[in-house]
């Protein structure tokens, strides 16, 4: 089933590319001054749907029935590691450019994700109800809505955790807008985020470490790495020291909104070590270090 989707989508991937080509290059025939030879031509700018795992596996899940806590689901939208103990993702990979959006609807069709093996804990709607805390994306629904069928699996119950409303819908809610923005201004936006610890506060007050009878772990903290980059191709082999990282973590309480979130920026290190995950792990070492040990301090709207 995984092999199949992701052929599809990759020849979908290929289509669209195409599809894109062809229109720019139509565009562009007209005003084109003396075209340089076939070797020299500069590479056009084409916003992709590109790989959602580019920047590596995080956690190097794999596919097993046999590794529960380590549980690697790759959908055409999204990609994370499922953690069985905690009913809830490790992490959750995507990537971002315009060629992801689109005027669908947010469909607010949260459903359990059948594509967890049988005998893995699957989280429904239900067990959210009257916690509360939200069901908060991890991709954000807004980030994909190309299509009715992208929007939907943003729903599914593996892509969310349980927030306190005001970090979902105001510190959280800002930095996913301000991603977003950022694909209208030429970028394209690679993100890795997840949860760790346990202990929230939501709308019902005092510490609440686990919902639905134990099976979800409520993360005490949020975590987010985005990888901002020109739009353009072969994103890995581009990223260099320079490439802007933003990385945050946030406390999973109601008092979250009296900073924005650009107060909770830290580094890609110290994520690391809270999480004992290996993020931008594709990312050549030399450069990885010196990404990963640095506070963005670039605009925050
Ligand atoms: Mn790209
Ligand atoms: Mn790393």
Redesign the pocket.
Known sequence: MVAILSHGARVGALLFSASVLLGACRKEDPIAPDPLPDTEQPVLPIPGRDDNMAL?NPSAAITSVLTPENYLMVKPQYALAYQNSRGTARWVSWHLSTSWKGNAERCDCFSGDDALPFGFFQAVTQDYTNTGFNRGHLCPSDDRDGSDADNEVTFLMTNVMPQAPILNQVTWGNLEDYARSLIYDGYEVYTVAGGYGAGGTGSNGGTTTTIAFGNITVPSRYWKVLVVLEEGEDDINRISSNTRVIAVDMPNTQTVNASPWGAYRTT?DAI?DSTGL????L?PAAI?SAL?SAVDDGPTQ
């Open positions: 590596g890609v690391e290996d993020l931008l792990s990312v990885q990963e």
